[in-house]
C-alpha cells in the first residue's frame, strides 16, 4: 500500500499530488507517423515522434485539451517535469494533456523536424478530437524553455490543412486555439537570445532569413493565438525579455494576452515548490483559460 501511495504521488515534492482518478486511464503512448515520420533517419527510438495521452475522466472533462512541448534546450527532453507532471496537473482540471516527444538534435535533427513534430500533433488531436471527447477549437499548445519556443513557433507558423491529402489527419489546421509558454525561448535575433537552442535547432551557421522567421516575436499577427505567458525575473538561461518581447508583439496585433513575472525562481522549475510565489502559476494559467472561455463545458 506504501508503495502504491508512493507511486501515485510522484511528483508531490513539486505540486500537490493530484487525486489519480482525475485520470480516466493509464496513459498511452502512440506514434505520430505509424508508418514513419517525414524525413526520418532510421527505426530507433528518437526516429519515432509520439504523444503520450493523458485523458480526464469523462465526467470531469471540460473538452479543453493542451499539446505539451517540454523543454531541453532542443538537445534533450525534461519529459518529467516539464511533461508528466504537467499533463496529471492539466488532468485534475478537467483538461486533455498530450505530452509531445519531438525529434532534436540529442536524436540528430534539427529544423525542420521539431516543428514538424509540433504541427502534426496537433493536426492529431484535432482529427481525433470526437474519439477523446475533446471540442476541436479548444486545443491549445504549452511550451517550456525552448519547448516554449517549439509552441510559440507552431502558434505563429501554420496552416488550414490539405482538404485533398489522402491522410485525414492532414486535412485539418494546425493552428492552436490558445497557447501557454513558460519561460519560453522567443528570439533567435536578439541579444537575449537564447543560442544554445538557436544552435542545436538551426546549426552553427544558419541562413539569416531562417533565423529571423523562426524569431517568434517578430511573426505576430492578428491571427496568432490568444497567449498566457510566465516568467521570472531571476531567470538567466533564458530571459524574460523573450516573454516581455513577445507580449509586446501580442498587444500590437491586439491578440488577447496575459502575461506574469514572478520575481523569484530559477529557469526551468515546471509547475514550481509549493509554498513558493512562482508556484501559483498555474492557477493563475487555469483561471486564464476560464477567462478564455475554454473550460465551459458544452
Same mark, same amino acid.
Given at each position: 500500500?506504501?508503495?502504491?501511495?508512493?507511486?501515485?504521488?510522484?511528483?508531490?515534492?513539486?505540486?500537490?499530488?493530484?487525486?489519480?482518478?482525475? @485520470?480516466?486511464?493509464?496513459?498511452?503512448?502512440? /506514434?505520430?507517423?505509424?508508418? &514513419?515520420?517525414?524525413?526520418? !533517419? $532510421? %527505426?530507433?527510438?528518437?526516429?519515432?515522434?509520439?504523444?503520450?495521452?493523458?485523458?480526464?475522466?469523462?465526467?470531469?472533462?471540460?473538452?479543453?485539451?493542451?499539446?505539451?512541448?517540454?523543454?531541453?534546450?532542443?538537445?534533450?527532453?525534461?519529459?518529467?517535469?516539464?511533461?508528466?507532471?504537467?499533463?496529471?496537473?492539466?488532468?485534475?482540471?478537467?483538461?486533455?494533456?498530450?505530452?509531445?516527444?519531438?525529434?532534436?538534435?540529442?536524436?540528430?535533427?534539427?529544423?525542420?523536424?521539431?516543428?514538424?513534430?509540433?504541427?502534426?500533433?496537433?493536426?492529431?488531436?484535432?482529427?481525433?478530437?470526437?474519439?477523446?471527447?475533446?471540442?476541436?477549437?479548444?486545443?491549445?499548445? @504549452?511550451?517550456?524553455?525552448?519547448?516554449?519556443? /517549439?509552441?510559440?513557433?507552431? &502558434?505563429?507558423?501554420?496552416? !488550414? $490543412? %490539405?482538404?485533398?491529402?489522402?491522410?485525414?489527419?492532414?486535412?485539418?489546421?494546425?493552428?492552436?486555439?490558445?497557447?501557454?509558454?513558460?519561460?519560453?525561448?522567443?528570439?533567435?535575433?536578439?541579444?537575449?537570445?537564447?543560442?544554445?537552442?538557436?544552435?542545436?535547432?538551426?546549426?552553427?551557421?544558419?541562413?539569416?532569413?531562417?533565423?529571423?522567421?523562426?524569431?517568434?516575436?517578430?511573426?505576430?499577427?492578428?491571427?496568432?493565438?490568444?497567449?498566457?505567458?510566465?516568467?521570472?525575473?531571476?531567470?538567466?538561461?533564458?530571459?524574460?525579455?523573450?516573454?516581455?518581447?513577445?507580449?509586446?508583439?501580442?498587444?500590437?496585433?491586439?491578440?488577447?494576452?496575459?502575461?506574469?513575472?514572478?520575481?523569484?525562481?530559477?529557469?526551468?522549475?515546471?509547475?514550481?515548490?509549493?509554498?513558493?510565489?512562482?508556484?501559483?502559476?498555474?492557477?493563475?494559467?487555469?483561471?486564464?483559460?476560464?477567462?478564455?472561455?475554454?473550460?465551459?463545458?458544452?
Amino acid at each position: 500500500m506504501l508503495q502504491s501511495m508512493r507511486s501515485m504521488c510522484l511528483f508531490v515534492a513539486v505540486w500537490p499530488c493530484v487525486i489519480p482518478a482525475a @485520470l480516466a486511464d493509464e496513459p498511452k503512448v502512440e /506514434l505520430l507517423w505509424p508508418n &514513419g515520420a517525414p524525413g526520418a !533517419k $532510421g %527505426n530507433e527510438d528518437g526516429d519515432k515522434p509520439s504523444l503520450t495521452i493523458y485523458l480526464p475522466l469523462k465526467e470531469k472533462a471540460t473538452g479543453a485539451a493542451v499539446v505539451i512541448c517540454p523543454g531541453g534546450g532542443y538537445g534533450n527532453l525534461a519529459m518529467d517535469h516539464e511533461g508528466h507532471q504537467v499533463a496529471r496537473w492539466l488532468n485534475s482540471n478537467g483538461i486533455a494533456g498530450f505530452i509531445l516527444k519531438y525529434r532534436h538534435r540529442g536524436t540528430g535533427y534539427g529544423h525542420p523536424a521539431p516543428l514538424q513534430d509540433a504541427q502534426r500533433a496537433i493536426r492529431m488531436v484535432r482529427s481525433r478530437a470526437k474519439e477523446w471527447n475533446i471540442v476541436p477549437d479548444r486545443i491549445g499548445i @504549452l511550451g517550456f524553455s525552448a519547448g516554449g519556443h /517549439l509552441a510559440s513557433t507552431a &502558434g505563429t507558423h501554420f496552416d !488550414k $490543412g %490539405n482538404a485533398e491529402a489522402a491522410d485525414p489527419i492532414d486535412r485539418v489546421s494546425c493552428r492552436p486555439d490558445f497557447m501557454v509558454l513558460v519561460y519560453p525561448v522567443i528570439s533567435f535575433t536578439e541579444p537575449f537570445a537564447h543560442a544554445g537552442s538557436r544552435k542545436n535547432l538551426l546549426g552553427a551557421e544558419p541562413d539569416p532569413k531562417l533565423v529571423e522567421n523562426l524569431s517568434n516575436e517578430k511573426q505576430v499577427t492578428p491571427d496568432t493565438p490568444p497567449t498566457f505567458l510566465l516568467h521570472t525575473d531571476q531567470d538567466s538561461g533564458v530571459p524574460a525579455e523573450n516573454s516581455v518581447a513577445f507580449y509586446l508583439a501580442l498587444r500590437r496585433a491586439k491578440v488577447p494576452a496575459e502575461m506574469h513575472i514572478y520575481a523569484k525562481g530559477p529557469h526551468g522549475f515546471g509547475l514550481g515548490k509549493k509554498g513558493e510565489a512562482v508556484a501559483t502559476w498555474p492557477d493563475r494559467c487555469v483561471d486564464w483559460m476560464r477567462e478564455q472561455g475554454l473550460l465551459d463545458r458544452k
